[in-house]
């Protein structure tokens, strides 16, 4: 069974650059997180789906950021114009939302993301 | 606005030791509170999820804990092991369905 997946693991960008990353949650997963973990901090949240529909983006540090799940399914976060303070690791996680276990969270591997 | 405290910050500890760690929230009205483990440059891997309506949660030689009124939860591993050097995060979920993560007890065994 595979679990949430993410790509690239590793980003090094210059600053100024447009970046792409992805996640692909457990298939059959309603709810999709992104958060941002800095170094030697817990993951602060992003944003949130259920299916494709975008329910909080309050966690976006600026309109730089923008992210998409247009068919419910696999889900991309861009940064636009990246800046230093852009560095950190994005994570992704899925859950359900039915079942005794519902809403309990599955993260990726995260993406490593250095601007330099 | 939800906050979660994990005390402490950092443990170092011989093998074979029982350990308690603690995360403190400060909103009681949560949905669930889950406990992660984290490994350098890797991902968060769950490993207990307890429910509002539950006390405790145990897998293996892990014990969690809920006290919603007093808004804390203690993690117990028994007999540690080197392996189990981490990083170990607490999450609480309220209404809004939106984790609020502590800052995590990073935990070192030693032989």
């Known amino acids: 069974g595979a679990g949430v997946s993410q790509s690239p693991r590793y980003k090094v960008a210059k600053r100024g650059q447009d970046v792409a990353l992805r996640c692909d949650p457990i298939s059959g997963h309603v709810s999709l997180f992104w958060y941002q973990q800095a170094l030697g901090q817990g993951p602060e949240f992003l944003t949130y789906f259920q299916n494709e529909a975008q329910l909080d983006k309050s966690g976006l540090p600026s309109d730089r950021f ?51 | 606005k939800q906050e979660v405290t994990q005390i402490p910050a950092a443990l170092s500890v011989p093998e074979g030791e029982n350990l308690v760690l603690n995360c403190s929230f400060t909103d009681s ?11 350098p440059g890797k991902g968060l891997t769950s490993l207990l999820l307890i429910q509002s309506s539950q006390r405790e949660q145990t897998s293996g030689r892990l014990n969690a804990s809920l006290d919603k009124s007093s808004g804390r939860s203690t993690l117990y591993i028994a007999a540690s092991q080197p392996g189990d050097s981490a990083t170990y995060l607490c999450a609480v979920t309220g209404g809004s369905y939106i984790p609020t993560f502590g800052r995590g007890t990073s935990l070192i065994v030693h032989p």
Do not use: H
């Open chain 2, 29 to 39: 009205a949560i949905y669930n509170l889950q406990w992660f483990r984290q490994d």
């Open chain 1, 66 to 116: 923008f992210a998409e799940r247009p068919e419910g399914s696999v889900s991309t976060l861009k940064i636009q114009r990246t800046q230093q303070e852009d560095s950190a690791v994005y994570l992704c996680a899925s859950s359900l939302d039915e079942g005794a276990t519902k809403y309990e969270q599955f993260f990726g591997p995260g993406t490593r993301l250095t601007v330099l």
